[in-house]
């Protein structure tokens, strides 16, 4: 499985980017997704999970209300909408992907396959 990530940029606080990832070389119907960030000196950090099949989502409390998480099958692509954007959201996001249970999962070593990152650099 090949993940590709792309849409980041510079953006103004305040301001909307969408994160684009598509997925290659397995049917992405049967994959859990994921959205990560890791800025400079700082863990990789969990940002949203959407669930193959029932559509479920979860989102870290920083997040939560700003971003959302969402999938197109058809395309083989999950997004990242992301709203009213703040500085300490700049980061490098990578998506991930994963196979089996848990279906919905923070922890990035129950991931399976990551694209390369997208930078994302917010402005104040």
């Known amino acids: 499985v090949q993940l590709q990530a792309s849409g980041g940029g510079l953006v103004q606080a305040g301001g909307s980017l969408r994160l684009s990832c598509a997925a290659s070389?397995?049917?992405?119907?049967?994959?859990?997704t994921a959205w990560f960030r890791q800025a400079p000196g700082k863990e990789r950090e969990f940002v949203a999970a959407a669930s193959r099949g029932s559509g479920l989502t979860t989102y870290s409390d920083s997040v939560k209300g700003r971003f959302t998480i969402s999938r197109d099958n058809a395309k083989n692509t999950v997004y990242l909408q992301m709203d009213t954007v703040k500085p300490e959201d700049t980061a490098v996001y990578y998506c991930?992907?994963?196979?089996?249970?848990?279906?919905?999962?923070?922890?990035?070593?129950?991931?399976?396959?990551w694209g390369q990152g997208t930078q994302v650099t917010v402005s104040s």
């Open positions: 991930a992907a994963k196979t089996g249970l848990p279906n919905l999962t923070q922890y990035p070593g129950r991931y399976d396959y």
């Open positions: 070389g397995r049917p992405f119907s049967v994959m859990n």
